[in-house]
């Protein structure tokens, strides 16, 4: 397995939940390396069944926030034109932070840390070829690419890589915000609040801690910052704020009482991703279909690397492995496939030259 995001971690934790050892390899150098990420929602028909296979969905439910389900849309004045609450007793999405999924998973795994991965050569006469890169290489029966958008195994079976969708994200964060910035505690509520003006978004998430991650959305070359020092915090904020002039205060004091800025640009895989079936190597999540960032990228990687892991679990000999994983892909392509069109339709609709799109979609998919 090369990866430990939740792809290959939830891959890994079911097979050892059926006696099986894995190898993770892992380029971060150890655990803490850098931020695991902002929050996460987990859906009852995918990350929490993928829990559920792991038997961990207990453990997860102890430590997640349902109250993190709750959604507040503004206009760019303030206007309050949407408020969702989370329903009595509803664990459909309940918010979990990446990094209390990380450990929740990697559990009693043994994670080979600081093992980059370089490069993935099937079809030698040992098995599939690893170069790692401190020089080393070593061969598996099996290599999974759970590696991410920019993934080192995927050239091994398929010649595609990321495309720009056009919209670029800055994050930052806001830590003790219920101490140090009550009024913005206020405003983001127990879930998340969201801003959508004309071909741009602000969009706040609260974390368990007190902490907010904040997300600067719009649509810009991306080349946009080509004048401008991406490490400059006060160039970046200044940058920022005159993008969304004319907002309401409140709202541009998400961005005001920021931290650091990390610049993310948006990247996807074609829509309908498939590769000629390569015996010893497959993909999972981010490295197989990498979408917009809607709330089913890790979701679906999470039930990806359970599915394959159960399918794995149960097979007899060497044929039959290839043929699990050969009937693994066809149907992580088709499930994928739709999740894909899904998000891109969602992406268009809400950082879109009309802001109406992105609160018609919210519509569609709150509950009534």
Do not use: C
């Not at 959508?196 to 991650?213: D, E, I, M, P, T």
């Not at 920022?240 to 004319?246: K, R, T």
């Not at 050969?326 to 009309?354: P, Y």
């Amino acid at each position: 397995m090369v990866g430990s995001g939740p792809a290959g971690l939830t891959f890994a934790r079911v097979l050892h939940r059926h006696d099986h050892p894995v190898t993770i390899l892992e380029r971060d150098p150890s655990p803490d390396a850098r931020p695991p990420g902002g929050t996460l929602d987990l859906r009852e028909g995918l990350g929490q069944l993928a829990l559920r296979k792991a038997g961990l969905l207990a453990e997860f439910q102890a430590l997640s926030r349902p109250e993190g389900q709750a959604m507040r849309i503004l206009d760019a004045d303030g206007t309050v034109l949407r408020d969702w609450p989370p329903r009595p007793d509803d664990r459909a999405n309940p918010e979990i932070d990446r990094g209390q999924l990380r450990d929740l998973l990697r559990g009693p795994l043994d994670v080979q840390w600081g093992r980059a991965v370089t490069k993935v050569v099937p079809g030698t006469r040992d098995g599939v070829l690893v170069h790692f890169a401190d020089g080393r290489q070593e061969t598996f029966d099996l290599v999974i690419g759970a590696d991410g958008a920019w993934s080192r195994v995927r050239p091994a079976v398929s010649s595609a890589t990321p495309d720009y969708t056009g919209v670029t994200a800055v994050e930052t964060s806001l830590d003790d915000v219920d101490t140090r910035h009550p009024d913005l505690a206020r405003l983001v509520g127990d879930g998340s609040v969201a801003v959508y003006g004309v071909n741009r978004a602000l969009v706040a998430q609260r974390n368990s801690g007190g902490h907010v991650k904040v997300y600067a959305q719009f649509r810009a070359p991306l080349d946009w910052h080509a004048n401008l020092d991406l490490d400059d915090v006060e160039a970046v904020r200044s940058s920022l704020l005159a993008l969304f002039d004319g907002w309401a205060a409140p709202v541009l004091d998400l961005l005001r009482h920021g931290t650091a800025f990390i610049h993310r640009p948006l990247y996807v895989l074609p829509v309908a991703h498939t590769w000629a079936h390569v015996p010893g190597v497959t993909l999972l999540g981010d490295a197989a279909h990498l979408m917009p960032p809607l709330g089913a990228g890790a979701n679906l990687a999470m039930l990806e690397g359970a599915e394959l892991a159960e399918s794995i679990a149960a097979v007899t000999g060497p044929e039959d492995l290839d043929k699990a994983v050969r009937a693994f892909e066809e149907q992580m392509w088709t499930r994928a496939g739709r999740w894909a069109k899904i998000t891109t339709a969602g992406l268009e609709r809400l950082v879109s030259s009309d802001p109406a799109e992105a609160l018609a979609l919210f519509d569609d998919v709150q509950p009534s």
